[in-house]
Each structure stands twice: as structure tokens, then as C-alpha cells.
């Protein structure tokens, strides 16, 4: 006779993402993994005196969330001022001027989550612009994306970047073009600033932000927004070798209760030595706690400032249309190289010219390594050629996706990115259904912290694409079913990590990770996910969030 089970959830809506059974009642966890799936009392033959049982009253039962893309961490640091919802330059300037006067012997003013479009009149942000409000005290300022940087003089000056400065460690320095002087704004960040070298660099200039225990704590706060949302499974999708002693603490410390998978940054000018010490630590975490293992590339960078690479120019352009981190034939061979090694590759990609440059690599990959199981990703993809929808399933390119991107009330009609394209590229913002009917793998996730980590967020913003408040839908045509948004954030998640065998659906026999929610989202308006809850998250059979 078997033993008991340890946890048992019946009574329930058991939406268990398997298409050899795709509802049930109850289901049952024994040594961490999924034991049975069924209906009706048969849950009662595995009940045992120590078994925790579970009445789901009615409510949804799931695969625990995958968060293909969260950035845990970077997080959301409380040692900064907090610039989410200040809608221009004086709110801004509001914001630093109380957090100043709360913490008077600050060596330096750290700010996050300016939105581009609080600058007026569309332009880019100046050190000029931050000057008035900073009382002399250098001031660094992330935007909302991590993108882009925004320093005042004295932070300029601290940093030591002139009209004669060329390239920096930690973005480009743009540039004044009558002048020469730096503007104050520092793009490419993501790129360069969250590198290896980058964060030394900034350490080394003092910057608390980079500092090892200011990352750990905005890791733990993270770790512990998952377990909350019920994110069994985390994926950040940068890191570099240095920050891999972080995760390592965390789980020393009992502080990464959901399982995590880290990818390692590739930026452009990777060596052979530094892809073999990439090799080794995937060797070395291969756990289904802790794995290591993909590698995250950048082939354009983001749309708002006009620095995604698009097929025809920016909307009011004449002729600037961004550009590629690569040439395209370099990128291909880079590609072709990873994927000959057998590394799967996670590429930033957000306009339509550079998703296509990265269809193109793997193209050739394919043509020059023969097909294989790679599961290449394309993250983001925000503004997607119809000609290339359908290479995305021919090519078996994964679309990793964050559906609260396309919220009306963050990318559409007034707002940066809408106008940056121009109307007549809207059809091509976030395909989502498109390329779920075209057969391509839909992985969804937050991209925490530019938007709210909660899955059930991004649940109500597939399945809709309206803002928080309600409102008008953009580009309604584009929405996709609540069964394939769940899909998206469980088994096509899961499926984009090489997890599918263990993760990502409730089956017997894989995994013990699942979340019950505080309502059944199935028959309700789709704004009552806004208003559900996580009531219990377990991991491997072990509760790791429980609503009090």
C-alpha cells in the first residue's frame, strides 16, 4: 500500500494544463511530487493522519506561476526615491526634494521608475532638468525600464564624464550635438550598466546602488514578492558571474523559497574563456532549486528613446530608425557559435527590425548546425513584422512575452511608445494572438520591475488589453483566451526553460508546485482577477505562501 499523502487539495476547480486531462477536483502531493490528479472522495484513499488537507471551495487550483523574465534582482530598491506615477518634472523634483529632506547626509540622491513621458515636449531628460532639485548633491536616476540613466552635473562630475569622455563602462553618454557637453543622459544601460564591468565600475565610483548588500536586500524583497504572487518558478534573465554568489546566499540563508533559474549576460565581445567559465557554472547549478544555464543577448534596446531598431524610421523621423547592437551577419555567426555549443540564447529584441535580425540568426544557425532542440527565445517582442509572425513556430523561436507591456495605460495612445511608432505600426504591438494561432510558444512573464510582478496582472492584461482602471482595449483583436494566458505563464513558460518534463501543468508525476487561488477566474469578468489573491503557493509539496 503506499503511504499518505502530504498535502491533499480537493473540492476545488483543478485547471491542470495537461490536454490528457484537463479538469479535476482534488489532487494530491507525496514526496514532492504530484501523486494523483482526480474527482469525486477518491482523494480520501491517500488521506493519512498526517496528511494536510485542503477544502478548495470552489476556488481555481493551478500549476504554480513560471515568471519566464523577472528581475529579481534588480527588485524595487526602498533606498530610493520611488518615481512610479510622478507625471513630470515637478513631481519629480517633489519627490527628491522630501526624500532629501528625510535623509539630509546622503552622499548621493538614488532614483528609479521615471516614466520618459514626464519629460516634456517628448524629449530626453537633461542634467539641466534634475539640477534645480538636487541641491548640489550628485543624482542618479533609473528609468522605469532600467534602460536609460539621467544624472544631474554633479553626478557628472563625480563620475568624471566631460565633453571629452568616450565610451563609459555603464551606457553611452549622450551628447549636446551643437555643444559636445553630456546631456545628463546615459543610455544603453541595460546593456552596459548591468554587465560585469559595469556594475565594477559604478562600485568603484561609489554608487551605493551597485553595492553587493544593496543587491542582496532588493533580491530578498523579491524572492519574497514571488512567494506571495504564487511565482513557483522564477527566471532572471541576466546576471553575471558575479552576481551568481547572491543566489548562492539566498539559498544559504533559506531565502529563495521558489525555484530559480539564472541566465548568464552575454554582451557583445564575449570571449571563449569567458563562455567556458559560463559552461562550468551551469555545471555547477543544475539543481531543480537553483539551475544556471541560458545566456541573454542584446540586439536592440527599447522603443521610448528611440533606441529599438525598427524597418522604417521612428514616427516624425525623416530617416533615424535605431540600430542593431550588432551588424546582422555578426550577430548570425554569434548565434550560429552559441548554438553549436548547445547554449540556448535569450535575446532582447522590441522592434521589428530586430526581432527579424534574430529570426535571421537562428535561420542560419539552423542552416549551418542542423535543427535542433534549442527553444531560442525572443524577449519581448513588442513590435512584430507580420511577415515574421509565422517564422516564429517554423523555427521553434519561443516569444517571451509580458502582456501588462501593452496596457493602453502604458504603451498605447498618448503615451511614448504608441507615438514613437506612429498609428499606422499599431497592429504590429504585441501579437500575442497572432502568434499563439500561428503556433508559436507563448512563455509570459512580469519583466519586475518595469510592471507589477503579480501574474494575475498580466492575466487580466492578455486576456483584455485595457488599463487598471478599465477603459477602452488596445488593439483588442490581439487578446487571447484566459486558458491560453494561463498556459502561458505555466506550461509555456515552463516549456521555454526546458522545465516541461517536471513543471508547468498538473500531472502525476511531475513536480509538487501549485497555487490556489482566492476565486475560480473561469465564468467571472476578467477584471476579477485584479481583485483574486494567491491563498496558498506550495514548492515541491512544501507551502511557501498561505494567506492569512
Known sequence: ?????????????????????????????????????????????????????VD???????????????????????ACVQLAGAADLAAIGARITAWLARHPAADWIEAEAFDYSAIPGGRMPTAADLDPYTGGRPAFVLSYDVHTAWLNTAALRRLGITAATGEIP???????????????FVTDFATRGLSRDGHRALRAAGLPWASPDRQYGRLCASLDQAARYGITTVVEPQNSLDDLALFERAIAEGRLRSRLVAALFHPRGTTDAELAEFAA???????????????????????????AALLEPYAGHHSHRGETFYPPEEFAEVLARLDAAGFQAFVHATGDRGIRTVL????????VNGPRDARHQVVHVECLDRADVPRFADLGVVACMQPRHCSPDIAGPGRDWAEAVGEQRWSKAWPMRSLHEGGATLAFSSDWNVAEM??????????????????????????VSLATALRGYTLGSAYANFLDDRLGSLTPGKLGDLVLLSQDLFGLDPKAALDTRVDLAVVGGEVIHRAG
Not at 555603464?170 to 545628463?184: I, S, Y
Not at 535571421?360 to 542552416?367: G, I, L, S
Not at 503579480?454 to 477602452?472: H, K
Request: proline content about 7%.
Open 454 to 479: 503579480d501574474p494575475l496582472i498580466g492575466l487580466y492584461t492578455a486576456v483584455t488589453r485595457q488599463g487598471l482602471a478599465g477603459g477602452e482595449p488596445w488593439m483588442p483583436g490581439e487578446t
Open 281 to 307: 557554472a551551469a555545471r555547477r547549478h543544475r539543481g531543480d532549486r537553483f539551475r544556471v544555464g541560458p545566456l541573454k543577448l542584446y540586439i536592440d534596446d527599447v522603443v521610448e528613446p528611440h533606441t
Open 1 to 53: 500500500m503506499n503511504r499518505p499523502a502530504d498535502l491533499i487539495v480537493h473540492n476545488a476547480h483543478v485547471h491542470t494544463v495537461d490536454e490528457a486531462r484537463p479538469r479535476a477536483e482534488a489532487l494530491a502531493v507525496r514526496d514532492g511530487r504530484i501523486a494523483w490528479v482526480g474527482d469525486g472522495d477518491g482523494w480520501r484513499e491517500l488521506a493519512g493522519p498526517a496528511t494536510e488537507v
Open 170 to 184: 555603464f551606457g553611452t553618454v549622450r551628447k549636446d550635438p551643437v555643444t559636445g557637453e553630456p546631456t545628463g
Open 56 to 78: 478548495g471551495r470552489g476556488r481555481l487550483l493551478l500549476p504554480g506561476f513560471v515568471d519566464s523574465h523577472n528581475h529579481v534582482r534588480l527588485g524595487s530598491d526602498a
Open 360 to 367: 535571421d540568426a537562428v535561420e542560419h544557425a539552423r542552416r
